[in-house]
């Protein structure tokens, strides 16, 4: 099992290599609740990786891997009972769109955050993702960019863990 680092200071580390990360725009915090843009702490299995493939190759991964298509959202209403789970867009509830226009999407590592099972108001759409280039906060996720993600993944084997600590 790989244990990737992340800590309250912007940096992630994993196997010896140490690179700057972006965090929730509000910091980390311990008591995590939909909406507040903090990174929840604590040790977050890797569930699978997305991908968009109109715009890269599949990723080199261990982990299982599935394409991003134009339909694919993300739940983050928690009074919805598809909360923190992946939909079918159009969908009744309140939605993440997984197809961005930007490219913060382009490769995502779901994380195990609240998903077993979901817990309503205790956080959703926690990801691992591509960072902002102009360097902006996430909205409560873990960003990297692109070619450290993709090296990160090619290391990535089920069983692995993202764990963000607070010091």
Same mark, same amino acid.
């Given at each position: 099992m790989m244990r990737i680092d992340v800590g309250a200071d912007g940096w992630l580390s994993w196997n010896g290599r140490r690179i700057a990360c972006r965090l929730g725009r509000s910091g980390i915090i311990v008591d995590k609740r939909e909406g507040d843009g903090a990174t929840p702490v604590g040790a977050w299995p890797l569930r699978r990786a997305l991908y968009r493939p109109d715009r890269l190759a599949r990723p080199v991964t261990g982990l299982e891997v599935a394409e991003i298509g %134009?339909? &694919?959202?993300?739940?983050?209403?928690?009074?919805? $009972? &598809? @909360?923190?789970?992946?939909?079918?867009? $159009?969908?009744? +509830?309140?939605?993440?769109?997984?197809?961005? /226009? !930007?490219?913060? @999407? &382009?490769? =995502? =590592?779901?994380?195990?955050?609240? !998903?077993? %099972?979901?817990?309503?108001?205790?956080?959703?759409? *926690?990801?691992?993702?591509?960072? &902002? %280039?102009? #360097?902006? %906060?996430?909205? #409560?996720?873990?960003? *990297? /960019?692109?070619? /450290?993600?993709? /090296?990160?993944? +090619?290391d990535c084997r089920p069983g692995d863990l993202l764990v963000v600590s607070a010091l």
């Open positions: %134009p339909a &694919d959202g993300w739940c983050d209403d928690s009074a919805h $009972p &598809d @909360y923190n789970r992946s939909v079918e867009l $159009p969908h009744p +509830a309140r939605c993440e769109k997984m197809w961005r /226009d !930007d490219h913060l @999407y &382009d490769v =995502v =590592v779901v994380l195990g955050h609240n !998903d077993d %099972p979901p817990v309503a108001g205790r956080g959703s759409a *926690i990801f691992l993702h591509v960072a &902002d %280039p102009e #360097g902006k %906060p996430t909205e #409560g996720c873990v960003a *990297i /960019d692109l070619a /450290d993600l993709l /090296d990160l993944l +090619a």
